[in-house]
């Protein structure tokens, strides 16, 4: 078992099933990956796995183990941020950006892309920035929990819990659900990094595999909703809208027996454009990369843009004449990738170009299993917090790199941000 819960093992495993997901899927896409894609893809995938090797042999420096100070007292901490931190975002976005909410999250998120498209800026306070640097912290606090629920207090062991609140905010507030499934994926990569040194996926005594499952149903919930809600916003009133939408927008239609079935009156056809958008969601970004390959050329060097969704007003802010983020959405939208993901691979691309991006996903590989062999070494609270951002970067690959989803780079910095303030505190 804790063969498979080596990185590379775990990439294989995620990039075997996402290949066989994708050909099981009952969609056609127009831009389908040919070779030279699935070449990038399995190199990318096999770059990561030989730096996992490799950084699993290297000796990682002895770890803070975090018992002193108390992981009570951390995770307390980091909830606090995390909550100051979205409190932060809600008053900037709810009365002070000049949004207009009126219509719902849905409708002023479509609206903000159209925005974004223009160039139209959003009048942004100093509480945004200082939000988007603390809320994050409530992951670091919620990873926490589930290492270390066996011996927490009480209160520490609530704010742990409460944690998973501050991502779901933000989740809503952006009308999206990447924020809410990170947070499952990063709780089942905690359990995955217990079982690593012989403990039981979740703490005992907590009922989490009933909270798991609660938090999942209302996930799929809400993802239903703004399916329903979008589909209002773009006009699909029935089952021929979505499909002709799909031909025409998104490139891609349902296999011929979907159609019939919903014809027939054997599968309801809003279930069914429910369960297609959320299967296009989980197998489009493959097509993306061919996407690259089919403008090969087309596209500059990000330098993170890309990946790290904060750099872009940040760079519009710091660096308004060069029009870094304007330039790289034009660019990504006449190739017909902007909105799409890119598989982690591909996001390495945008991000440093084929040469680079090769070294960073090599690197990557490296980082992951030097984790890994700390972890499995020294059991360190600190280590295992490491080995479960790195364990949720790999099972997001198929949609986006491990800074690219949901403003997972802003986790990882709070998450080396806590490793090496405790390491002065402990150390």
Known sequence: MKKLLHPAALMAIIWAATALLFYASPISYVHAPGFVAWSIVCAGALLFCLGAVAGASLRWPAAARLDTPSPDRLIIVCAAMGFIGIAAMLIDKLLLSD????????AARDRRVVEVMANIPVRRSWLLYAGYLTFSFSCVALTAFILAGD???????????ASVLPMVAYAVLYGGRMPILLVIILVASAGLARLLVSRSFFPRGQWLWWKLAAVAAAMLAYTNFIWESRRQLNGIANYGDFVAVAASRWELSPAPWLDRAVLDGRIAAT??????????????????????????????????????????????????SLQLAARMRAELSAAGTFGWFPTAWGA?????????????????????GMAYRAARENGSLLSQLMLAFGYMCVFVSPLNGPFGLANSFLIFVSFATIGLLWRRVAG
Not at 99 to 106: C, Q, R, V, Y
Not at 151 to 161: D, P, Y
Request: hydrophobic share 50%; charged share 10%.
């Open 348 to 368: 390495w691309i945008g991000d440093a170009g084929p040469a680079g991006g090769a070294i960073c996903i090599l690197i990557w590989g490296m980082l992951s």
């Open 151 to 161: 011996r927490l207090r009480s209160f520490a062991s609530l704010c742990g819990q």
């Open 271 to 320: 279930r069914l454009m429910d369960w297609l958008s959320i299967d296009l969601y989980l197998t489009h970004a493959v097509t993306t990369v061919q996407r690259m390959v089919e403008h090969w050329g087309e596209f500059s060097i990000y330098g993170g843009l890309y990946q790290i969704g904060i750099l872009s007003p940040l760079s519009d802010a710091l660096a308004p």
């Open 99 to 106: 949004i207009d909410w009126s219509a719902g999250f849905s």
